[in-house]
């Protein structure tokens, strides 16, 4: 699999987010376009009193700031009730919630994934309703997703079901990290009827380097991800390439050592497996960011960190990736 991205196809377009949305500690960990809105899931951090929210800025609005830098984005707050309680049950599980991590939007259904900490070998995902004011999660559904496990059984670092996407009527749960030896995969589940008893099929991946963070669906069964590697030693080691892999070590690393790296990558599904290809490479000041969402929006996308900037102050950054013409 090639590991250099293609020559860019897109220029980076820096939108100007109000106070309440460019503050960092929203974390945002995903977004999703769907009728006429873009909306953007705080990771919600319970554990830290964060109040459990997404935000909803219309599409029309984002493009009229595109044309004219100095228009002030109208926005919409919207509460996702029902966390609290779930939260709970994991907790009773003996699992650590730590955030939202991705999201779904099929009509007004909305799937959100759970991240818990390292050790908890359960992820979630849940499933609520988007109403005009709120999301509105059902708390009687609570569906576990199995971390998998490195050779030597254990978990991998801060790692969990980092994007979610629908496909033949199937919801797809993307892990974190896909560079087992052994097969890779990707959950799969059907959609109608779902349950919190249901267990997933696996969709073999092809091996991928670094972490996949996002997926936003671009066509029939056509995807594009967002692959970021963090320069970070420690835990977050786990996501370097062995110095074997010259293609994509070559990717990471310079004079001074690791570097922090991001791009984007097609997947497409085709009888019944998941293969992928380099996209487009971020220009590199923009490597430094945390990528976390993405969705597809006339022909580019809209991208979004968590709150990692290369330099502090930390804050909120969205972007729009405008196709070359």
Not at 102 to 127: F, G, I, K, W
Request: aromatic content about 12%.
């Amino acid at each position: 699999m090639p590991a250099r991205a293609q020559q860019p196809q897109f220029a980076v377009r820096n939108l100007h987010l109000p106070k309440e949305l460019a503050y960092y500690d929203n974390q945002f960990s995903g977004l999703a376009a769907s009728a006429d809105q873009l909306y953007l899931l705080s990771e919600s951090r319970l554990q830290d009193k964060a109040e459990a929210k997404l935000y909803a800025v219309r599409l029309a609005d984002l493009d009229r700031q595109l044309a004219d830098t100095a228009y002030v984005l109208p926005y919409q707050k919207v509460p996702i009730a029902g966390l609290p309680a779930l939260r709970a049950r994991m907790a009773a599980a003996g699992q650590r919630y730590e955030g939202l991590e991705a999201m779904l939007l099929v009509q007004d259904v909305v799937y959100l994934s759970v991240e818990t900490d390292t050790p908890s070998p359960l992820c979630y995902l849940l499933r609520g309703q988007l109403r005009a004011n709120a999301v509105v999660l059902d708390t009687t559904f609570l569906l576990p997703l199995a971390k998998p496990l490195a050779p030597d059984g254990s978990h991998i670092y801060n790692a969990g079901f980092e994007a979610l996407a629908a496909a033949n009527k199937q919801v797809m749960a993307f892990f974190e990290y896909n560079s087992f030896p052994g097969q890779n995969s990707v959950y799969e589940l059907a959609s109608n009827p779902l349950s919190s008893a249901s267990a997933p099929g696996k969709l073999p991946l092809a091996p991928l380097p670094f972490r996949i963070t996002d997926v936003t669906a671009t066509g029939k069964n056509r995807f594009t991800a967002l692959n970021y590697f963090f320069k970070g030693g420690g835990g977050d080691a786990v996501y370097r390439p062995p110095a074997s892999d010259l293609p994509n070590a070559r990717l990471i690393l310079d004079q001074g050592g690791y570097k922090s790296y991001a791009r984007l990558l097609t997947i497409e599904l085709k009888d019944n497996q998941l293969t992928w290809q380099p996209l487009w490479e971020f220009p590199e000041p923009y490597w430094g960011y945390n990528w976390e969402g993405i969705a597809a929006y006339r022909g580019g996308y809209f991208v979004i960190n968590d709150k990692y900037t290369p330099s502090r102050p930390y804050q909120t950054t969205l972007l729009y990736l405008q196709p070359a013409k």
